[in-house]
């Protein structure tokens, strides 16, 4: 059967045709990725998979693409969204896919599938993202966003022994939704700000979103002058998105990205902003009856505002649509303050990679959910102190909560030294970023991808960087040990022991630790 079907998919990539047939057969003992980055718990999907999506609906708040791939070596690729369901061991799509039979396992089918369609562009985001610890204000200042208190907040980080990094200011800075200027009862000169905060080490990014409020000039701009998704024409659409109803900026019509680059081009020369939060854009708010300049699926519109941010080299994504390969700083969708959430970090940064985003970030630690951080709020040491370790030796790293507010002395402390610890790898961290931005291939590895047919595949609660760093984080509220698997040849733990692999170990995870071995 796999020989046959092997046969078939080789001659459908030489023709680059779509197979007639929308039923494909999973291989006995094959497992897939791919979809969408927010479904990477459930994966890899293998012949005893129940799982339903459509892409061209829902991402789950998060980066898609039209593209899974397989640990038998083998890749589905549709340049348009398609419905996607496994049952009883077959996967079917809404529409033909092109079904390609491109090596022996994981890595070489998605290598074969990057260089066919979503080609690395060579380029890495700028180095502090990954260099040292990112910071957001969100959990902090939630909707009260203003230059003391932002000051503070970044004073206090150097205060309790972090290093400086990317600082992202949140939601509320600004003084209405698509008026990207500060807010003046609360931003008393801004431009004095983003000084002081580049003479402390940091760089400077602000919240976007691609909406547009109703009662402000720039929307009667964009409404007479053309910019905005239209109910009919001329008449704009009211759009509803977590604050409210607002129109919505058309990445489609020239006249509305030209707006859009001209305001944040003086937000950076006026006020020395390094870059952009590129919030919002998600699949849903384009679709319905829309009216656009140019005539495309809302998941195109959705391509097209992920695009633009490759104009303003600090930046960062939520919600996005076949931008593999490209210097874009992908997060994952906002994760609650909640233990699954700390373990499906791994497996949504893992499916993130295999969908072409290397340079992903696995959203705030501890989770965005603001509400666990406010006074008689249940919250949990141990689980910030987890994520932290979680995000230590992943692509990206980035607090919200402080720590300094949320842990006593001994929590402060093990911070100190988690962070300490990612510093220690950065530079490394920093040549395996510009490595991937040539190759396309993920930092962070599933372990099926780098060592292939070994009865890895559904190993995920730990993960790769590279070829030789294998991360082991504790993921489970109270565990005192945990299992690893260690492939073939010698690997140093953290703690000093050399073990020769192939050997699956059980370690010790007291809360200071963060098991990590090295390959010698």
């Known amino acids: 059967m796999k020989l046959r079907f092997g046969i078939i998919c080789a001659i459908v990539s030489v023709l680059g045709a779509a197979l007639d047939a929308a ?4 291989l006995p003992g094959e497992h897939w990725w791919g979809g969408k980055a927010a479904d990477g718990v459930e994966m890899p999907f293998s012949e005893k998979s129940a799982y339903d999506a459509d892409f061209s609906v829902h991402h789950g708040y998060n980066h898609a693409a039209p593209f899974l791939v397989s640990d038998m070596g083998r890749y589905i690729w549709r340049e348009d969204a398609f419905a996607l369901s496994i049952t009883s061991g077959v996967m079917r799509t809404s529409r033909p896919v092109v079904v390609v039979d ?4 994981l890595r070489e089918a998605f290598l074969a599938a990057s260089k066919r369609h979503f080609p690395p562009s060579g380029k890495m985001p700028p180095v502090e993202f990954i260099a040292a610890p990112q910071y957001n204000t ?22 309790n022994g972090l290093p400086p990094g990317v600082l992202m200011i949140d939601d509320t800075w600004q003084a209405g939704y698509g008026d990207w200027r500060f807010e003046v009862s609360r931003f008393h000169d801004p431009a004095a700000m983003c000084r002081e905060l580049h003479g402390m080490g940091f760089k400077v990014m602000l919240w976007i979103v691609p909406f547009v409020s109703m009662d402000s000039p720039a929307y009667r701009r964009l409404r007479d002058e053309g910019g905005l998704v239209e109910r009919t024409k001329g008449d704009p659409a009211v759009v509803g998105w977590w604050n409210g109803k607002s129109a919505l900026l058309d990445f489609s019509h020239p006249n509305g990205v030209k707006w859009f680059r001209n305001v944040l ?5 006026d006020y020395g902003v390094d870059g952009f939060k590129f919030d919002g854009g998600d699949i849903a708010i384009y679709r319905g009856e829309r009216h656009i300049h140019t005539p495309m699926p809302p998941e195109e ?7 633009f941010g490759l104009e303003f080299p600090y930046n960062e994504y939520r919600a996005s649509w076949k931008t593999g390969g490209q210097p874009l700083v992908q997060r994952l969708c906002d994760k609650f303050h ?6 499906r970090c791994i497996a949504d940064m893992t499916a993130a990679g295999l969908i072409g985003h290397p340079f992903v970030c ?17 919250f949990d040491q141990e689980l910030f102190i987890r994520s932290a370790q979680v995000h230590a030796l992943a692509p990206m790293m980035q ?3 402080s720590p300094w507010r949320v842990l006593d002395e001994a929590g402060r402390r093990i911070i100190r030294e988690t962070v300490a610890l990612r510093q220690k790898f950065a530079p490394w961290f920093v040549e395996l970023a510009e490595t991937c931005a040539k190759t396309g291939e993920p930092m962070l590895r599933a372990m099926e991808y780098n060592w292939p047919h070994l009865g890895l595949a559904k190993v995920k609660d730990q993960f790769a960087m590279g070829d030789s760093l294998i991360v082991a984080p504790q993921i489970a509220k109270g565990a005192k040990t945990r299992t690893v698997a260690l492939p073939s040849g010698k690997w140093r733990g953290d703690d000093g022991a050399v073990i020769v692999g192939p050997a699956t170990i059980t370690v010790n995870t007291p809360l200071d630790r963060l098991p990590h071995f090295v390959k010698e």
Do not use: C, T
Request: proline letters at 6%; a negative charge.
């Open 23 to 26: 039923d494909i057969p999973l």
């Open 102 to 105: 491109a090596g022996r396992n």
């Open 138 to 159: 969100w959990i902090e200042l939630q909707y009260n966003q203003n230059q003391d208190d932002i000051l503070k907040y970044a004073r206090d980080i150097l205060a």
């Open 265 to 269: 081009a003086r937000l950076q020369l």
């Open 301 to 307: 519109q959705m391509r097209l505002y992920s695009a």
């Open 338 to 343: 909640a233990w699954s959430e700390v373990a």
């Open 362 to 378: 696995p959203d705030m630690i501890g989770g965005g959910d603001y509400v666990a951080s406010l006074p008689d709020s249940p």
């Open 399 to 401: 607090f919200s909560a």
